[in-house]
């Protein structure tokens, strides 16, 4: 079987068995939705009536991703300009493989599409082994990871909590599916807000353009702010007096920054500024996982265990490359170039990333 | 409840309470050719040419009717002038004027009055300072370019920003620049008078001419850099990112340091010195004598002045951009 054919017949099954595990959003008639097809076409500016025109669509599609807006418009299937933009959730977006992590020397590589040879390491622009340019990147997470990411998002919903005052029942913090977190804040204060207030809003959260006025240095007037605190949590003020002294007001202000990134939370601040853009819908598969976008509750997550949805009734696979796996309790591989039997969640989730075939 | 007196209402008339007091008097652009009138229509004229050449309106204590008056003779003029630059300019002038009485104010009860009144719902703490809402300080403050205003350099807690007096009203004259303009933008345009005519012609007249775009070399211009240039030539009031971009990318596509600063004469708070200094410290004449480049067009999406459209295809820097693709032969 192909892998496409294996992957879209996994995701036809999910949407006829648990389609209720889709989260229909509020007001779903003024949100615009998008979708990926299998060939990777990206299809945008729909919209359903309710969640029964949604699930409907999902059955007949059998959609590689489906997109849907925190925005909401008057018309969501106009083009962009017509739209007629009315508001939209404060989104962000925390990629758990851009921070650094030990797994990276298994768990990251590349795959020909030529030769299938693996190369480890930073990005190539050939294949050392028979120069195509057509090179594949593979990427596991780790628990890690994903501990790692969760780190982010509560230092993320700390200052949003403490800082901003947004109450608890307004957050939903979601597994993106394959490799990060999605966290959706409905809070009306943030709704009418446009891209440059958002830009300030991440700005914020990552504690850039902090002035050393903050800190009590500089000419400039004293400025107050919590970032005083989170600042002189990691660093004494002496340290900071011997930084000022050595660097001057340029040299400590970028210093500072960085000082400030790792108090902060590591969003993409892109994914919260555009106020136009879809994203991920929640309990929806994502095509390089297998595994739903799925809520993620006190901060505490194995994907395999909360967000696979598919079970451990055996699957015959060849498997080019995987790193060892704990799918729920129980360690697979390595495995390299074999032949090998494995439970269902754990062979789609290895086709999705392009690292088996089904037999 | 505080007891507004006249006088208030000359120094703030943008209250409600003003209307009242107009709608009292009757008063209508075709009355205006009488000579009673003769002072109020003198002091809205000067109003207007206080705002073109001054960027400021004066104040006139102890004659509240003409003040009172002649503001709302100016709002009809320049309305009925239709010109964009004169509604951007005479917004802001206003603005500056209530901005320093403010700053002076000395009752308590008509400072927080005028304050709520403009929608913003500051609270008044012990030690002098204000609480604010962090989103209707976000919409005022995101304008304002120096990087004390960044929300990181403030002190937000469960939502508020607490910010001394004098920044406040700062804020205020944000609030009352946008209260100005969108009254201008949103009435009707007025009869003008036959006696009145002249002055309203007087009034277009002294509109800049449309921007000329300096020609750049190497043709179009990308999606970010346009939509600078046309706020500035509707007069609109560019964010930082958008005048640094501007002058970065005019320069390095070879456009002259006169042609540049004369670019931002429609600004509405142009000050020619200022930009002056600016546009010379960014092309390398000034401060450590390093050029810069435009910001990236990452840089400029965190910032929200990036308009890509298709033709940006992929690009980093707005220099890159190249317009229309050519075919190949
Ligand atoms: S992509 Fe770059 S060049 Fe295009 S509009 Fe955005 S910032 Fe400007
Ligand atoms: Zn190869
Ligand atoms: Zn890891």
Redesign the interface.
Known sequence: MKEVDFLKAAFREYYFKMSDRVEVPEHIEEREFGYQNFEGVMIRHLSFRDGGDLRAFLLREVPAGVYCSPARYTDPTLPMEEKGWKEADLIFDIDADELECKCWNEYRYWICESCSAIHKGAKLDECPTCGSGRLRPVNFVCDECIKKGLGEVSKLLEILKEDFGVKEGDVKVYFSGNVGFHIHVKDERFKGLGPAERAEICDYLMGRGLMPEVLGFGRGMPLASRWRDRVLDSSSLAELKRMYRKMGYEGFRSWLERVALEAGARIDPSVTIDVHRIFRLPGTLHRKSGMAKVGVRGLEFDPFRDAMPFGSEPVRLFVERSPRLDFRGEAFGPFEREEVELPKGLAVYLVAKGVARPL | MVELGFEDLAKYPILKEVEAYFRERKISLEELSLDDYRPVLERARERIFEAVERAKVSYRRGCPDLEIMSFLVAFLLVRASGSEFLMQKYSLSEARRIEELLQGEKSDGVFSYVVKALGIDAVALEDGTFEL???RY??L???LHS??W???????????V?IPRRDLVRLVREAVRDLIYERLRKAPAPKVPELLKGIVEELKSISPKPVRRPKAKGGAYPPCVSHALEMLSKGENV?HIGRFLLVSYLYNKGVGIEDIISLFSTSPDFNERITRYQVEHIAGIRGGGKKYLPPSC?IL????FCFKTEECDGIKNPLQFRGRKVERG
Request: aromatic share 4%; net charge positive.
């Open positions: 809402d962090f989103d976000l919409r403050a995101t304008r990087e004390r960044k929300l990181v350099n403030r002190e937000l807690s469960k939502g508020s607490r964010p990452r999406q965190s910032k929200g």
